[in-house]
C-alpha cells in the first residue's frame, strides 16, 4: 500500500486547486493508497491585504462521502510578510510526522513555501495551479503542471525540467439531470449568456460585459454567478438591461444548475488561467466557450482547444458570441467539439488513471537525476541572487550612489 498526504491550507474550499487535491483524494484506488487529507480552517494574512476562501461544507460532505480520513490542524496566521508564508501558532507537527508517508502531494503557486520547505526527506509531488515562483528542493520528486505554457514558463524561469509531468484536473461530475433557472429568473426562451467566479476584484475583466453591451436585445440575456463588486458597477455603468447576478455557491446541484441554464459560457479573467475547473465543467454541458488573451497566463487557449474561440479584443469577443446566436451549424460544431474535449482532457477515470501512473513511478524512483538535481537548486540559487543584484543595482542608480 502507498501511504500518501495531501495536504493543503484552507483544503476544503471550493476553489480550482482545492478541488484537485480533493477529487484526486477522493478517487485514488481504496486497495493500492492509503490517503490522509490535511486541512486548516482559513486564517489571516498578515501583513498581506489578502483573504483565502473559507472551507466549504459541500465539499467537507464530498471527501466524507468518499471514506477519505481527514486530519484537520490548527492555524492563528499566515505571515505573508515572510516569502515562504509561515504558518504562525500552529499544531501542524504534533499531528503530522513525514516519516509515516511515501508521497506527499499539495497544490501551490510554486515558490519555496511552509511547511514543504521543511519537509526534507520524504518526496513531495507539486501541483502548480498559479505561476509565482520556483522550488527546486532536493526532494520535491515530481512537478504536476496543467498546461504546456505554464510549464515552459516554470522551466525559464529556473524550474527542472526533469521533473515535470503534465496532469489534467479529473472533474466528478455525477451523471443527472440538473434543473436550470429560467422559470425562476423570467429567461423563457432567451439565449443566454453567462459564467460564475468567485468574488475577487483582483480577476476582474471588463471585456465579457463590454462585448455583450454591443450584442444585447430582447432575445439574448447575460447571468454572472457570483463574481467581483467590480462586475456589477460595470453592469450599472454600461445601463445592461437583460443582466443577472446569482450568488455564489459552492454546491454542485446549484452550479450545474446554473451551467444548465447558459447557451454559452462567456469567460473572462484579469490573469487568465492556466487550467480552469470553471471552464472543464462548462464543457461537460456542452457549452461552447468564448474566453479572450490575458498578459499573464493563457493556459486556457490549449485546453479548450476547439471547444471555444479565445479572441483579442473586445469586438472580437462581442462578433463571436453574436455568431454562436445566430449561427446553428457553428453553435453545433462548438457544442459537440467542448464534449469531446471533456472527455479527452477532463474524463475522471482516465486522469486518475494518469496520477496514479505519477505516484507509482514516484515510489520505484523518488529523486531520478540527482546530480541535475543538485545543479538545478544551485541555478536556481544563482538567478534569483543574480535578479536580487540586479534590483539592488538599479536602487543604487536611481539614488544617484
Known amino acids: 500500500m502507498i501511504k500518501i498526504a495531501f495536504i493543503k491550507f484552507a483544503g476544503l474550499s471550493a476553489g480550482g486547486t482545492e478541488k484537485f487535491l480533493q477529487t484526486v483524494a477522493a478517487n485514488l484506488p481504496r486497495d493500492r493508497f492509503l490517503v490522509d487529507y490535511y ?7 498578515l501583513g ?3 483573504e483565502h476562501a473559507g472551507n466549504d461544507p459541500e465539499r467537507l460532505d464530498y471527501m466524507r462521502s468518499h471514506g477519505v480520513n481527514l486530519v484537520k490542524f490548527s492555524v492563528g496566521a499566515v505571515n505573508g510578510r515572510k516569502h515562504t508564508r509561515d504558518w504562525l501558532n500552529t499544531d ?3 499531528k503530522f510526522d513525514e516519516r509515516n508517508y511515501n508521497i506527499i502531494q499539495t497544490g501551490r503557486a510554486g515558490f519555496p513555501e511552509y511547511p514543504f520547505n521543511k519537509i526534507k526527506k520524504t518526496p513531495i509531488i507539486d501541483s502548480i495551479h498559479l505561476f509565482a515562483g520556483v522550488d527546486n528542493q532536493f526532494n520535491i520528486s515530481r512537478v504536476m503542471h496543467l498546461s504546456e505554457c505554464n510549464a515552459k514558463k516554470w522551466i525559464r524561469a529556473g524550474g527542472d525540467k526533469t521533473r515535470v509531468v503534465m496532469v489534467s484536473h479529473p472533474m466528478d461530475i455525477p451523471k443527472q439531470k440538473f434543473g436550470d433557472l429560467r422559470a425562476r429568473i423570467g429567461l423563457k426562451d432567451k439565449f443566454v449568456y453567462g459564467m460564475h467566479q468567485r468574488a475577487d476584484d483582483g480577476i476582474f475583466s471588463p471585456i465579457p460585459l463590454e462585448a455583450y453591451k454591443k450584442i444585447e436585445n430582447d432575445s439574448n440575456a447575460f447571468i454572472i454567478m457570483g463574481g467581483g463588486e467590480a462586475y456589477r458597477k460595470q453592469a450599472e455603468r454600461l445601463q445592461l ?14 452550479i450545474y444548475g446554473f451551467l444548465s441554464t447558459l447557451n454559452v459560457y ?10 480552469s475547473t470553471a471552464m472543464a465543467e462548462a464543457m461537460s454541458f456542452g457549452l461552447p466557450i468564448v474566453s479572450h488573451f490575458s498578459k499573464i497566463n ?13 479572441v483579442a479584443s473586445v469586438d472580437e469577443y462581442s462578433a463571436e458570441l453574436k455568431r454562436l446566436c445566430n449561427d446553428e451549424a457553428y453553435y453545433y ?18 486522469q486518475i488513471q494518469n496520477i496514479v501512473g505519477i505516484y507509482e513511478d514516484v515510489i520505484m524512483k523518488p529523486f531520478p537525476n540527482v546530480w541535475k538535481r543538485r545543479l538545478s537548486q544551485l541555478r536556481l540559487k544563482y538567478i534569483l541572487m ?9 536602487i543604487k542608480r536611481a539614488a544617484g550612489v
Open 333 to 350: 460544431f462548438r457544442s459537440q467539439q467542448a464534449k469531446l474535449r471533456f472527455h479527452q482532457k477532463y474524463d475522471l477515470q482516465s
Open 48 to 50: 498581506l491585504n489578502y
Open 298 to 310: 493563457n493556459g486556457h487557449v490549449q485546453n479548450i482547444a476547439h471547444a471555444g474561440n479565445v
Open 386 to 394: 543574480y535578479s536580487f543584484v540586479r534590483v539592488f543595482n538599479k
Open 92 to 94: 501542524f507537527w504534533e
Open 266 to 275: 462567456a469567460h473572462g479573467r484579469k490573469d487568465g488561467e492556466i487550467n
Open 241 to 254: 438591461k437583460n443582466f443577472y447576478f446569482i450568488p455564489h455557491s459552492a454546491n454542485r446541484g446549484d
Open 39 to 45: 486541512y486548516c480552517d482559513t486564517a489571516p494574512f
